[in-house]
């Protein structure tokens, strides 16, 4: 099973600051097949990035995801007052086990 | 647009049984991977079950044995029953498309199940 650990647990930032959280698997990550999500206080996770640096349908291009192997990132280049929630990430190499990160908390400072 | 509502979720007792429910609307559950994920209170995601379209089925090994996930093709809805409750079962199950080798790109809101005497 691929654990992933991600870091920092909590992030304290202000709106219009650059986040970059990170997202590190216990073994190589092929095809690059890892995801992020974003989650919001009583809300249902949602889709921000798949294949490790692929946006999905109507996130905003100050999200952006990088990495391979066992190191991935995701940025948030410029803070909105709507980014500040919860992020997990997920790899779906070794299907059919899914594993999801910890999650990081992004809080305003 | 792809909708995907849960239902089913209740307070049950440890031992009991539950199925929940996931009515899709704008998808073809047949013709996609459907998962369970779930989430404890103030904890993560948990990644529960999934279901191939050619019907083979995978579950966490935290519920191997007592949940079995299934769906109605006609009516694109995708089942979970829950067997031998426990109370580390308790949380909100979310039904989302994708699993496998697909990433997770349409969730519902969830429904709460409360395990406890």
């Known amino acids: 099973e691929i654990v992933l650990t991600q870091s920092p647990g909590t992030l304290s930032l202000s709106p219009g600051e650059r986040a970059t959280l990170s997202c590190r698997a216990s073994?190589?990550?092929?095809?690059?097949?890892l995801a992020w999500y974003q989650q919001k206080p009583g809300q249902a996770p949602r889709l921000l990035i798949y294949?490790?640096?692929s946006r999905a349908t109507g996130i905003p291009d100050r999200f952006s995801g990088s990495g391979s192997g066992t190191d991935f990132t995701l940025t948030i280049s410029r803070l909105e007052p709507e980014d500040f929630a919860v992020y997990y990430c997920?790899?779906?190499?070794?299907?059919?086990?899914?594993?999801f990160g910890q999650g990081t908390k992004l809080e305003i400072k | 647009e792809v909708q995907l509502v849960e239902s089913g979720g209740t307070l049950v007792q440890p031992g009991g049984s539950l199925r929940l429910s996931c009515a899709a609307s704008g998808l073809t559950v047949s013709n996609n991977y459907m998962s369970w994920v779930r989430q404890a209170p103030g904890k993560g995601l948990e990644w529960v079950s999934v279901?191939?379209?050619?019907?083979?089925?995978y579950y966490a090994d935290s519920v191997k044995g007592r949940f079995i996930i299934s769906r109605h093709n006609s009516k694109d809805i995708l089942f979970l029953e829950m067997n031998s409750l426990r109370l580390d079962d308790t949380g909100i199950y979310y039904c989302?498309?994708?699993?496998?080798?697909?990433?997770?790109?349409?969730w519902g809101q969830g429904t709460l199940v409360t395990v406890s005497s």
């Open positions: 989302a498309r994708g699993g496998g080798v697909y990433q997770l790109d349409h």
């Open positions: 073994q190589s990550i092929s095809n690059s097949y």
């Open positions: 997920q790899q779906y190499d070794r299907s059919p086990m899914n594993t």
């Open positions: 279901i191939y379209t050619g019907g083979s089925r």
């Open positions: 294949g490790a640096s």
